[in-house]
Structures are given as C-alpha cells and as structure tokens.
C-alpha cells in the first residue's frame, strides 16, 4: 500500500486539494443536520447561538457548496487515478521490454494481458477512492469528535470510540478474515484469461478433433470457481456491511443514552442532549466508507502485488548504457557453455564469423542452433566463454548499438493487428515507401502485396491468421531486409517457402554478402548452398 501511495508523488498538490474540498464538502453535510438541530431548538425557544434566518440561509449555502465540492473533490480523485494509471501501464510495459525475451518464454500470456488490463484498472478504487478518503475521514473524525467534545469531554470520546470503531477497527478485522481471498480471485481470473486466449488460438484445432465440449467444459469450471471465489467475497462484504450497520446503530444508542443521562445529571443542557446525537448520527459518511475498504481493498491489493511483481522483476540480461559505440567487424563464439536449468545446450563450442561470410549451422531439432543466435542477440548471458561482435564481449555494447548492428528473424513471425505496411516500418520508423518495396523485392513478397486489393495499406487479421505461413515468413525477413543492419541472424528463414521463393531470397542474401554477414540455421541443404562454411550442432557439441 506505501509503494502504491508513493506513486501519487507527481501529482502530491491534486490529491492536497482533493483532500481538502472532501473535507470541507462533508463539513458542509454535517453543517446541514446540525444546523437542523439547532432550528428544532429555536422553534422549542430554546436559546441558542444563530437565529433561524441565518440557519436557513447558511444552510441553504451549504448544500450548495456541498454539491460543488463533492463534484471537484471527485474530479481530482479521478483525474489523479487515470493518470497514475497511465504512469503505470507505462512502468509495466518498460519492464516487460526489459525482461524480454528471456524471462516471457514461460509466462502465461493471457495472465500478462490481465496484469495490463483488469488488474491495473483494479488500481482505480486505490487511488481514486482511498487515499483521499482515509485522509478525509481522519481529519473529519478529529474535528467532529473535538465539536462533539464541547458539549461534554464524555460525548466526544464516545464519537471518537465510534469512529475508530468504524474506520479501523471493523475494516482491519474484516481484512484478516477475508486472507488471500483476493489474491486468489486475481490469480483465477488471470487463469481463465489465459485458458480463453489458448483457446481462441487453438480453435482450428479444438474443431479438427471435435474437443469442443470437452474445451467448454473445462472452461465451464475455470468460470464457477471463479464465481465462488467472488460469491465468497461478495459474502464478506454483505457481513462487513451489516456488522458496520449494527455497530453504527450501537453507538448512537449509546451516544443518545449517555446525553440524556447527562441531562439529567444537570451536565448538559437540551442542545447538549440534541445536537450531539445528531451530529453523531449523520457524520458516519467517511468512516464507513473506510469500513467498506475492509472488503473491496482485498482484491485490489492482490491487484496491485501482481503489477509490482512485474516491476520488481529482474530481467536476465540488464540494458547496457554509456558505453563507446562500434561499429560491425566480425563475430564469434569462443568455448561457449549454456544450459536452461539443468538441462544442458550447448558445450564448450566456438564458431567464428567473419565479416561477409554466410555461416550455415544445421542439426537436429532442440540442438541448440536457435539458442546460439539468441545468445548472438544477448537475450541470454552465456554460463562459461565468450560471446563477441567486432572483438568486443557482447555484455560490454549498449543494449540499442547490439540491435542496431543486428537482424533476427525468428522461426515464428508476429504480426501486428494492423496494416502491412506499419507491420513492415516498425523496424525502420522513418521508411520510405521505396526502402518497403525494395526490402519486400529482396524478399519475394512484393509481388503478393501488390495483388492484394488495398496493397501496402492491407490490414493484418490479428495474430497474422489472414496470411499463410510462408507470407508472415517473407515479411518478417523483408524487416530483416529494411532494418539493414550489418549482422543478419536468420532462424529457418525458408522453412515455409516454395523453392521458387527460397531462390529469390538466398540470391538477395548472396548479392548483399559485401554489406552482410550472415549466420543461416536452416534443416534444408538447398538453403545451405549459398554458405561458405557450415558448421553442425549435436548433443551440445560443435563440428
């Protein structure tokens, strides 16, 4: 809670005067009914300090500037809660780009997509209605109890048992008894997110061997036992209310019952009797909205650890700043040791790469040719050996001159829900329409876009499902093509290609050998004649 709280740093004067508008706005509230008390004693000639003109003037001022304030108390609220939201999504997307790609492979995607949306909106009721409500209820309770208290020292410890009562105590019990409710809600629900989003990308599938109704009904208990965890907390709060009802009722007995015993006593006179118990009973608005905390802040706490879980992440390989920058002479791999756990890659291998050489590297599937180029790209930092471009241990070049010197085509092309041309720039900002075409022409892609009735500007189904395999394919490498950086690292870059089209691409790499360097992994041995040295991957080992 202290590290959400810190975050409303920046915007510390909206959430002061938020503070202050809620405090003067029930101020005003309370005003009204105690102004009431005061013209119920004047109508029993009763003398008392205002006259009932300027009680109905005041009073009629009151509700007014009741209304005003409650409004821009709410719009501070509020502007401050989208705007730390805003801040946070930000956090949370930087952080992710930090730990990618290394430590995304084994995250569930959809629990991710919840942490983005749901579990971030959750924060709203944090920064909207808590941090300024507590602060408000602490600050009215105090005056009440101290207006309350000058009728009698008694009456006002008993406001201010009542509200301690209702404004800490209840919603601190109500806490320990709720546990990890809400935590346990928010990881189910991050659960049946990511169930759905499986789901949704295995549909062909699920259809092909008719799991339909198997699928649904697992989909069908995920639901329910998210419903329960939810039925028990809406249960907590159903009690939390009425327990908070019970007491607040208690205590105006009690408040009622000591005043008039006062009264008889000769203690306090009828106001005495009168306004106190009135005041009491309609200044209950802040605490109990703190006492409905109790509940409702279970499942947006859980909410809040699982986006600073993220934050708190420490990615596998740090971002690289403030060194020299260098530019691309060669790379290689000097007796390189690498393991995921305890599972072991690659053993003592080398591999050198000069510059505008094409370096084939073949082997058998889970070989480790595909973790050579990642740890090529630092995604990964090597256990023993040495990893370099250009001379230099590639733990010692900025984060951004690595990439900029580097093109890495994945087996797996993603694809943006969006236009083949923004698909296509997102690895050259500022591309030119001819720089796209040309880099598509290197790729044997050109011509299928053109036959496409928008071109360039055809939108992009989401997950690239308009396009077939070889088509993502080509894209991903006319990106490679545009980014044109220097050390090109292509991971079955034909596997899903036609011979015609595999010879237009390996004649683009072979033209553009003086510019590139190129290390080809590829299982097809027409893919490898265009290689000037191939080396072979098994069992860890090099040759």
């Known amino acids: 809670m202290m590290r959400l709280a ?61 209304g005003v304030l409650r409004y821009a108390e709410q719009a501070c609220n509020h502007y401050i ?20 790609p290394a430590k995304l492979e084994g995250k569930d995607k959809g629990d991710l997509i919840s942490v983005i949306t749901s579990d971030i909106e959750l924060l709203e009721v944090f920064y909207a209605h808590t941090i300024s409500p507590v602060v408000i209820a602490l600050l009215f309770s105090s005056l009440l109890s101290l207006f309350v208290g000058s009728f009698h020292v008694v009456l006002g410890e008993i406001a201010l048992a009542a509200y301690v009562t209702v404004g800490v105590i209840i919603p601190i019990v109500v806490s320990k008894l709720s546990g990890d409710d809400g935590m346990k809600f928010r990881t189910k629900s991050g659960q049946l997110s990511g169930f759905v989003l499986d789901s949704l990308r295995g549909l062909p599938e699920i259809q092909q061997y008719g799991r339909g109704a198997e699928r649904l009904k ?29 007491v607040i009722l208690m205590f105006d007995f009690i408040m009622l019952f000591t005043s008039a015993f006062l009264y008889q006593k000769g203690q306090v006179d009828f106001p005495g009797v009168l306004i106190p118990v009135i005041a009491l009973m309609s200044s209950f608005g802040p605490v109990v909205a703190l006492a409905n905390l109790g509940s409702t802040l279970q499942n947006t706490f859980a909410a809040g650890n699982r986006v600073l879980d993220i934050l708190d992440e420490t990615p596998v390989t740090e971002e690289i700043r403030g060194q020299e920058e260098i530019g691309f ?20 291998i080398s591999v050198e790469i ?49 990439r900029d010197m580097e093109s890495f085509v994945t087996q797996e092309t993603h694809l943006f829900y969006d236009s083949i041309r923004n698909n296509l720039r997102i690895a050259k900002l500022d591309a030119t329409d001819e720089q796209i075409q040309e ?94 040295v191939i ?3 098994g069992h860890g080992r090099m040759s």
């Open 329 to 348: 002479s060669g790379a290689s791999v000097e007796q390189v040791t690498f393991s995921y756990g305890n599972e072991m890659i690659l053993d003592n």
């Open 6 to 66: 810190g975050l409303v740093k920046p915007l510390a004067g909206y959430m002061v005067l938020a503070i202050l508008m809620g405090l003067a706005g029930h101020l005003c509230a309370a005003y009204i009914t105690v102004a009431g008390g005061y013209a119920a004693a004047q109508l029993l000639n009763i003398d008392t300090p205002f006259t009932l003109t300027i009680l109905f003037v005041s009073v009629c001022a009151a509700a007014l500037l009741r």
């Open 439 to 532: 880099a598509c022409r290197k790729a044997s892609v050109h011509d299928f876009i053109m036959s496409l009735p928008q071109g360039y500007d055809t939108p992009v189904g989401e997950l690239g499902d308009t396009l077939s395999g070889g088509e993502r394919q080509r894209l991903g490498l006319a990106r490679a093509f545009l980014h044109d950086a220097p050390f090109m690292l292509l991971d079955e870059p034909t596997s899903n290609l036609d011979s015609l089209n595999e010879a237009v691409i390996l004649k683009s790499l072979h033209e553009e050998r003086d510019e590139k360097t190129v290390v080809l992994v590829s299982h097809r041995q027409s893919t490898m004649r265009i290689a000037d």
């Open 354 to 402: 000069p510059q505008g050489s094409v370096v084939g590297i073949v082997g058998k599937s889970g070989s480790g040719k595909s973790t050579l180029l990642k740890l090529l790209m630092r995604f990964w930092n090597v256990q023993k050996g040495n990893v370099k471009i250009s001379g230099t241990d590639v733990g010692k070049i900025n984060t951004e001159n690595l």
């Open 218 to 246: 697992m989909m069908n208990e995920q639901t329910d036992a998210l419903a329960a965890e939810e039925e028990r907390m809406k249960r907590t709060a159903g009690r939390n209310t009425a327990v908070t009802n019970t």
């Open 81 to 100: 809660a989208f705007k730390l939201l805003a801040l946070i999504r930000d956090k949370v997307f930087r952080a992710l780009r930090k730990l990618c």
């Open 535 to 537: 080396y072979r991957v």
